[in-house]
């Protein structure tokens, strides 16, 4: 059984930061693009960022450029997400994706407010 | 950025009748490797989007086949040929075919 479990979430003041992790199982993670997704309260889906299976290439939505980094670790089998510099605006339910096939985490929620 | 526009934003159909949604974009998504990557989701309440449709008419596997998508170029549509009461939640139609992937409003279907 798939699962991808995500972790980290939390409230965080304007100019925080914090880190996300995602674990997956029950797929190989190391041959796969990895997205990070988010979703503010009562609103539509966002892509924010995605990692080549080896980690070479990573993509990010113009928004978190510079403030955001995708990464991950293969033996783990686990994906990050730092977040720097947190805006109000950033306040979303953050779900790990491997989109291609259609498998999502729960979300972990960050709350960025003062 | 590719901007996907679905059309209606909200439908309320009669368990047993059909719905129709459309997803256009300000592009074309057919990739120079002959894929066009449009997707299509489901989000029921509460839960994280599922895949229904991959590539413009596949249906991932477990998804029923009253479930159909079809198109070409700029213009998508997901069709359900009978509307069944699990099929309520906000449909969405993402392209992955340029970066950034980017994701329609969304569609609201609810049942009368």
């Known amino acids: 059984e798939v699962q991808l479990v995500e972790s980290g979430g939390g409230l965080v003041q304007p100019g925080g930061s914090l880190r996300l992790s995602c674990t997956a199982s029950g797929f190989t993670f190391s041959s796969n693009w990895m997205n990070w997704v988010r979703q503010a309260p009562g609103k539509g889906l966002e892509w924010v960022a995605k990692i080549k299976p080896d980690g070479s290439e990573k993509y990010y939505v113009d928004s978190v450029k510079g403030r955001f980094t995708i990464s991950r670790d293969n033996a783990k089998n686990s994906l990050y997400l730092e977040m720097n510099s947190l805006r109000a605006e950033d306040t979303a339910l953050y779900h790990c994706a491997r989109l291609s096939a259609g498998y999502w985490g729960q979300g972990a929620l960050v709350t960025v407010s003062s | 950025d590719i901007v996907m526009t679905q059309t209606p934003l909200s439908l309320s159909v009669t368990p047993g009748q059909p719905a129709s949604i459309s997803c256009k974009s300000s592009q074309s998504l057919l990739q120079s490797d002959g894929k066009t990557y449009l997707y299509w989701y489901l989000q029921k309440p509460g839960q994280p989007p599922q895949v229904l449709i991959y590539?413009?008419?596949n249906r991932l596997s477990g998804v029923p086949d009253r479930f159909s998508g079809s198109g070409s170029g700029t213009d998508f549509t997901l069709k359900i040929s009978r509307v069944e009461a699990e099929d309520v939640g906000v449909y969405y139609c993402m392209q992955s075919t340029q970066i950034p992937n980017t994701f329609g409003q969304g569609t609201r279907l609810e049942i009368k």
């Open positions: 590539e413009v008419s």
